[in-house]
């Protein structure tokens, strides 16, 4: 009897510890991941409009950050007022354009989401002429997301692949030296000849 006990218990133990496995191993409906996206049109256009709202410029063209916030009028001498772009006082602090936050002028944030987009769509399964004119707008964007910061800084540093975003050797990779003014440009020049030779020219890009 003291058998059969002890092998009912462990026999309850077992079904219990599954059970509580197919409970609490549930999918997260709030985030896909990239094999649930990127293997479909529909959903990954759904991505695309996501890069499209996020870079899309705004009235009179501003594009966020703190020069477009301001307006192009207000780095001159001839602007109402004063600030610090005239008076030569800038800090780190002054200038929002390189953003790390979910902020208007997050450029580099917003690039990382272009070069996630890019590799995830070449991995995934749709048709090679499909996976082009998706690609080919996010070059665009980022194109349009490095002229910004090459307005403003000259050379910077050119991230085309998403960097990892966990760990000590994740921050070191991420210390990137940077680049000339011309290889700024060369990208961007780069980025705008694939977009021009993927997309189509009758505007139906999806």
């Known amino acids: 009897m003291k058998k059969i006990l002890i092998i009912s218990t462990a026999c309850l133990a077992i079904f219990s510890l599954s059970n ?43 594009s966020g950050g703190a020069i477009g916030a301001a307006g192009t009028y207000n780095l001159t001498e001839e602007t109402q007022g004063s600030n610090a772009y005239v008076q030569g006082t800038l800090t780190m602090e002054s200038v929002g354009d390189i953003a ?12 990382r989401t272009i070069n996630m987009f890019i590799r995830d769509v070449n991995a995934g399964t749709m048709a090679l002429a499909t996976k082009r004119r998706f690609t080919a707008q996010a ?25 990892d975003a966990v760990g000590d050797e994740a921050k070191a990779a991420a210390l990137k030296p940077r680049n000339s003014t011309t290889e700024t440009f060369a990208l961007i020049r780069s980025d705008l000849d694939s977009c021009i030779k993927y997309l189509p020219l009758d505007g139906h890009n999806n």
């Not at 910004?148 to 085309?160: F, N, R």
Request: net charge positive; proline share 4%; charged share 20%.
């Open 20 to 62: 509580c496995k197919k409970v609490l191993d549930k999918q997260d409906l709030g985030n896909f991941t990239a094999d649930q996206v990127y293997n479909d049109s529909t959903t990954t256009k759904l991505s695309m409009d996501y890069l499209y709202t996020q870079n899309q410029p705004s009235w009179f063209g501003n």
């Open 100 to 111: 790390t936050s979910n902020s208007s002028g997050n450029n580099y944030g917003k690039i």
């Open 139 to 163: 070059y665009f964007w980022r194109a349009y997301r490095y002229f910004e910061l090459v307005k403003l800084y000259g050379g910077v540093p050119l991230i085309t692949t998403p960097l």
